[in-house]
């Protein structure tokens, strides 16, 4: 995931939007109940790895999402346990998971309680708890001054944030919202986002591969 923006008003259920960027070649499923062991848990399943990116937990109405930092560290664990963990464990996650050895990492917990992100930069881990309103998380962290947060944050508070996204096309540029960049033998390209309402018992979820197309959408309920 590259792009989390998170809307937390009073007497309003959170509001998600999750764009997820990774090459074109790697295989995942579309949000379902993936997990035998977390039952109630919906999200994508990344098929190499088996975890996932986003993932909702319906009866706690709690939804937890991993965004890559731009710190890198090579031959690590797979961070896709991550957002898993968050679900089932809360703020406690890091007492059942050894973070230490994998790349950095914003990982996001959003929920009747509020937004709160755990920062690991390959070297220490923070945890920021977020004041209500919105805010917006990329691979630079949370509210930074980076192009993307730059040119659109202004924009999520204000705009529909579907024909904010489906306005988009695909750039070649690492730093816009719908990206589209050759990589070696592969492509690094947006191919999944998400509109994620939820609330105690109830989960909405509104995703497309191709998010920046209009009418490619696709809703469902748990």
Known sequence: ???????????????ILAVRDELVSRAFDDPGEWWPEQPGVIG???????????????????????????????????????????????AAWTSHVDHTAMASFNLVLAGPSGVSVWVWDADSLQRLDLARGVHMITTQGVDTDDDKTTQFSSRFAVEDWYEL??????EPNPQALIVRVP????????????????????????????????????????
Do not use: K
């Not at 995931?1 to 509001?15: F, I, K, L, S, Y």
């Not at 996204?165 to 695909?170: D, E, K, L, N, Q």
């Not at 109830?202 to 591969?209: A, C, G, K, Y």
């Open 1 to 15: 995931m590259c792009t989390v923006v998170c809307r937390d008003v009073p007497d309003e259920p959170v509001r």
């Open 165 to 170: 996204v489906t306005s988009c096309v695909p």
């Open 183 to 222: 990589f070696e033998d592969d492509v690094y390209a947006t191919v999944f986002g998400q509109l994620i309402t939820a609330t105690p018992g109830s989960l909405q979820v509104e995703h497309s591969r191709t998010p920046w197309v209009a009418g490619t959408w696709t809703t469902n309920r748990w």
């Open 44 to 90: 994508g399943r990344d098929r190499s790895a088996g975890g996932t990116w986003c993932a909702s937990d319906v009866a706690a109405g709690t939804t937890a999402l991993l965004v890559n930092r731009i710190e890198r560290r090579e031959g690590t664990p797979s961070r896709g346990l991550l957002p898993l963990a968050a679900l089932a464990h809360g």
